[in-house]
Structure formats: structure tokens, C-alpha cells
């Protein structure tokens, strides 16, 4: 277990609809990332929050936005879901966003389905 | 474009068989490199990492991967596999971004069945 928990695990949208997704992280980490991973790819990043900042992004459009909260814990919130946004979202903590100590705890992820 | 790359998107092997799978990388600059590995019903974690010095390292489980800056490649081996070895397998590269922050990049990734 890493200590990073997602909400929800599972979830169906339809096209146009927003959604939003939940990620506390481990205990001591004060950076939040984001992930995206089609079926058969690998994770994309889609951006990084510290200290309530984001501070760094992917190749994603603005409808993909974000929060960090003081205690950390953080949201993805996706607007005008396309169906091509179905897909596995993981979120990772780690103790810091200089990349030192290089290693990204994951969640297990939240599956969303767009119909 | 920093991009990564895995050729080889399912293998199967038989226990006791050696492994090797390949990853390289683009970029121009100093990466840090990672293999991180996914278990039936787990989340993704991290198998081993290289930031600078020897370029052959350690991870867990037996698994060792080669640094070869001249070839841009950071392969992963394990001399003799196990059942429990079954896995997803993800090259990642992270790199320093002028913001001071730093960018993951995963390769594709490779599924391994090992054969009981």
C-alpha cells in the first residue's frame, strides 16, 4: 500500500458532461501529480501541484484543471468530457517536485467511462 | 519531443528463462531513469532508478537495468524469472523543465506473462 487513495475507483459519464475526481496523498508528500492512461498506453502527465501551485503541465487542453488543498490532498476536475477522455486517471504523491528523490507513489486509479 | 519507447508490448516466458526489456529514450539533456512495475490488481510502483553514477542498478526482486548513454537505452533484465514476475512493465524518464519542476514520461509498456 502506498497511502495514496482515489475516488472513485469506477465511474460512467456522458459526452459534455464534467467530472471530478479525488486523490489524498501519502502522509509527508507535498507534491500531487496527475496521470492519464488510455487502454494499452502508458501514463501521460497531465500536471503537477505543489504547495497548492500547479507547476508544471502536460499536453492537455484547459478543460483538464485542477486543485491542491492545504492538507495536500487534490482534484482533477475534467469539463465537456469527450469520449476519448475514457480512460484509467492515476494520481501520484511525492515528498517533493524537484525531482531528487525521482520516486511517484501512485493510487490506484479512477476508471472513467464516457458514453 | 522527449519520447520513450518499449518494443516489446507482450512477452511470454517460461519460468527460469532470463528477461530483457529493452527501453530507450529521446532527450538531449541529463534524464533520470526509471522502471516502474505493475502487479495483477496493484498499483504501479517503482522497481529501480538511476540517477548518476554506476549505470548498471539494483532494484527489487532481482531485476537490474543497464544505463547506456551512447544508445540512449535503459534496458531491464532478471536472470531467471518467476510466475510471480507477471507483470506490466513501464519505462519512465523524468527531466528537469526550466520551471525547476520535473516531467515524467512513461513508455507504452511491456506485459510480461511468465508460464508456471
Known amino acids: 500500500e502506498t497511502g495514496v487513495t482515489q475516488s472513485p475507483t469506477h465511474l460512467i459519464k456522458t459526452r459534455g458532461q464534467q467530472v471530478t475526481l479525488r486523490c489524498s496523498s501519502q502522509?509527508?508528500?507535498?507534491?500531487v501529480s496527475w496521470y492519464q492512461q488510455a487502454l494499452g498506453q502508458g501514463p501521460q502527465f497531465i500536471f503537477q501541484?505543489?504547495?497548492?501551485?500547479?507547476?508544471g503541465r502536460g499536453n492537455f487542453p484547459p478543460r483538464f484543471s485542477g486543485l491542491q488543498f492545504p492538507n495536500y490532498s487534490s482534484e482533477l476536475n475534467v469539463n465537456a468530457l469527450e469520449l476519448d477522455d475514457s480512460a484509467l486517471y492515476l494520481c501520484?504523491?511525492?515528498?517533493?517536485?524537484?525531482?531528487?528523490?525521482?520516486?511517484?507513489?501512485f493510487g490506484e486509479g479512477s476508471r472513467l467511462t464516457v458514453l | 519531443a522527449q519520447s520513450v519507447s518499449q518494443h516489446n508490448h507482450h512477452v511470454i516466458l517460461s519460468e527460469a528463462a532470463s528477461l530483457e526489456l529493452g527501453c530507450n529514450y529521446s532527450?538531449?539533456?541529463?534524464?533520470?531513469l526509471f522502471w516502474y512495475v505493475q502487479y495483477p490488481g496493484q498499483h504501479l510502483q517503482l522497481l529501480l532508478k538511476?540517477?548518476?553514477?554506476?549505470?548498471l542498478v539494483k532494484g527489487i526482486k532481482g531485476f537490474e537495468a543497464e544505463f547506456i548513454k551512447s544508445k540512449f537505452s535503459f534496458n531491464l533484465r532478471k536472470p531467471s524469472v518467476q510466475w510471480s514476475d507477471t507483470a506490466e512493465y513501464f519505462c519512465a524518464v523524468n527531466a528537469a523543465a526550466t520551471s525547476g519542476t520535473y516531467k515524467y514520461i512513461f513508455g507504452t509498456g511491456t506485459r510480461l506473462k511468465v508460464l508456471a
Open positions: 502522509s509527508g508528500h507535498n507534491t
Open positions: 501520484a504523491s511525492s515528498p517533493d517536485s524537484s525531482g531528487l528523490t525521482g520516486e511517484l507513489f
Open positions: 532527450y538531449g539533456g541529463t534524464v533520470n
Open positions: 538511476y540517477f548518476s553514477g554506476d549505470p
Open positions: 501541484y505543489y504547495r497548492e501551485e500547479e507547476n
